[in-house]
């Protein structure tokens, strides 16, 4: 069912279709599919594109015990169409990915990792807010972390096809 709604929207979209890894607080009883395979399982039976959310993986890392490395051997890289990165904060134990703080450094580390898995060029990523927005200067400091995060990683290692 997922695979023919993501096919029609992909047909009537003017626009490729990024599907989103998401931030789950909570795990599926006996889940067949590690969340990184589902993802590239629907990418490669519907044609659409990926975004990945570095700060979802962060999510999935802390609440779930889930390597986000691992998880990022299994995606097809060739796919994403550009990263996503956020904060979030601690509540009763689980981490949410709320958009409404700064970023960290673990999420930092991970959009690194992401950028260098890119193909040359192809690493895009974007810092996503969606409110408590901080006065300018905070904002723009945050901006100063994310970006030498990235653009250091996209400098490190050349891409080479998995």
Excluded: K
């Amino acid at each position: 069912m997922l695979v023919a709604n993501v096919r029609i929207a992909c047909a009537q979209l003017p626009v490729p279709l990024a599907l989103e890894n998401p931030a789950a607080l909570l795990r599926w009883p006996d889940g067949e599919l590690a969340p990184a395979d589902f993802l590239a399982e629907l990418a490669e039976r519907t044609g659409a594109l990926l975004l990945v959310d570095v700060a979802n993986l962060h999510g999935d890392a802390v609440n779930h015990g889930l390597d986000p490395v691992a998880a990022f051997d299994r995606l097809p890289w060739e796919r994403v169409a550009y990263l996503h990165v956020a904060g979030g904060s601690m509540h009763e134990g689980r981490y949410h990915d709320t958009h409404l703080h700064p970023v960290g450094a673990p999420q930092l580390e991970l959009l690194a990792d992401a950028v260098r898995r890119c193909p040359p060029g192809r690493a895009a990523y974007l810092l996503e807010r969606d409110g408590r927005y901080p006065p300018a200067a905070e904002f723009h400091a945050e901006c100063d972390r994310v970006q030498p995060a990235a653009a250091h990683a996209e400098r490190q290692l050349p891409w080479q096809p998995q």
